[in-house]
């Protein structure tokens, strides 16, 4: 059987802002970086800080949910010692 922990991992374009649908997680808008077409967002999600790129317009601070499929998540082993607040 499988055991242990795990961090799970999504590319930036397949988290959403808002929606109720699928897997979902809180947080909190940290930085809001315009480029051109869309937005680059870093989301504090509890300890870590996601990724997010999305033509939706949230202020910084804000809080926010987001979404994404179980398909567009992959889980990877943890890495003992490993600092990075990014996921």
Do not use: K, M
């Given at each position: ?8 991992r ?6 959403n802002i ?6 979902l ?13 869309h937005?680059?967002?870093?989301v ?5 800080l ?6 939706v317009?949230?202020a ?8 994404f ?8 082993p ?10």
């Amino acid at each position: 059987g499988c055991g242990g922990s795990g961090v799970g991992r999504s590319r930036p374009e397949r988290l959403n802002i808002g929606g109720t649908d699928g897997n979902l997680l809180s947080g909190t808008i940290r930085q809001r970086l315009y480029l051109g077409g869309h937005y680059e967002y870093l989301v504090a999600v509890g300890p870590s800080l996601l990724r997010v790129l999305s033509s939706v317009t949230v202020a910084e601070g804000a809080q926010v949910t987001l979404s994404f499929a179980a398909a567009d998540c992959i889980i990877l082993p943890a890495i003992e010692g490993e600092t990075t607040p990014w996921a």
